[in-house]
């Protein structure tokens, strides 16, 4: 059994990060490809939707969801971000119990994240960490899917709750910029990463010129 994990919501300042893994046989990994599961990047919506639903039936999985509180709470004690992903990523593989995880590494030395992985699971297992390995490998890509989807529905779910366009999410997109600057101590309030940057920037008295935007 060969498990795939990836995050969705590492930079945003709006909303989670999701981490997610799939684990599945060769024979069912085969069927994943077949049903065209690729990098979520490269789908649309509506075919990650259909997606999302297949790797649920087909294949074992856990996602897990780390709201902003959870990361503000984790950087504020001195816990990157790198270190909490490794963290949550160790909670999957005891969960799941996969011969091979294959894991999307954030880590510019995959090598390292491994490592970080490994100190936190409660036995020895097989890891192999790359970069885009949401595109080199079928099963990392379900996972990826499966973290895509549960996010997006989470930042709709967002959206209808506190009214008017949030955007994705991300300091990069002008309509989060603009929903932030005149919203950002509204009901928003609560999903925001107040470790990031951006939100610091938000907090000064002088109004940040939007090229300030960025994460932590």
Known sequence: MICGIDEAGRGP????MVIAGSVANEDVIEKLRD????DSKLLSKKKREELFEKIKELTNYEIITLTANKIDEYNFSGTNLNQMEAKYIAKIIEKLNPELSIIDSPEPNPKKFEKMIQDKLNKKYNLLAEHKADSNHIIAAAGSILAKVTRDNIINEIKTE?????GSGY???????KFLQKNFRGPINKY???????????????????SDFGNS
Do not use: M
């Open 192 to 210: 925001l990463r107040k470790c990031w940057k951006t939100y610091q920037n938000l907090e000064k008295p002088v109004q940040s010129n939007l």
């Open 162 to 166: 506190v009214g008017g366009n949030i």
């Open 35 to 38: 049903l065209g599961v690729k």
């Open 171 to 177: 300091p990069s997109d002008p309509n989060t910029k």
């Open 13 to 16: 300042i709006i909303g989670p």
